[in-house]
């Protein structure tokens, strides 16, 4: 229904790969914040980082939510799997390849990729090695913690 919150996803839903209304909105541009459940934690649940604030988010009873897209979930942590599984977003190819994130993706790569790591194929290695649902964590980020 219009009135849920976007946090408020069914376990089902979380479990499948759809189209994650949340994901939807942070693409578009169209997130209607005031109806966020903050804080909330965004977050692609690796080892390190993002399994350790996952923690410490739940434990402090914020909102999680890892985006993982097609194939990203071997790359999640054992921990995030055990105990953060009903927070993992599936997000499908289609809105991680669309035209909103493939130009920041672009964008990213052109500023990070420098002099002698521009090989004629350092496009094609940061596309196999970078992670498009980082753009879904950072869009509208209120804070970016590395």
Same mark, same amino acid.
């Not at 979380?14 to 942070?26: G, N, S, Y």
């Not at 790359?75 to 993992?88: E, L, M, P, T």
């Given at each position: ?57 739940? #434990? ?10 097609? +194939?990203? $979930?071997?790359?999640?942590?054992? &921990? !995030? %799997? ?20 493939? #130009? ?10 420098? +002099?002698? $790591?521009?090989?004629?194929?350092? &496009? !094609? %290695? ?21």
């Amino acid at each position: 229904p219009a009135s849920q919150s976007y946090s408020k996803v069914s376990t089902l839903q979380r479990t499948q790969i759809v189209k994650d209304p949340l994901a939807e909105k942070i693409v578009s541009g169209n997130l209607d914040r005031s109806r966020l459940e903050l804080p909330m934690l965004l977050s692609g649940a690796c080892d390190g980082a993002d399994e350790t604030f996952g923690e410490m988010a739940s #434990k402090h009873e914020h909102q999680l939510v890892h985006f993982l897209g097609p +194939g990203d $979930e071997k790359y999640a942590s054992a &921990k !995030a %799997k055990d105990s953060q599984r009903d927070a993992f977003e599936y997000v499908d190819n289609e809105l991680l390849m669309g035209e909103v994130v493939a #130009k920041a993706f672009d964008k990213a790569a052109e500023s990070r990729v420098l +002099g002698r $790591e521009r090989t004629s194929d350092w &496009k !094609a %290695k940061v596309s196999e090695m970078a992670s498009r649902r980082n753009f879904l964590q950072v869009r509208r980020a209120d804070a970016v913690y590395v």
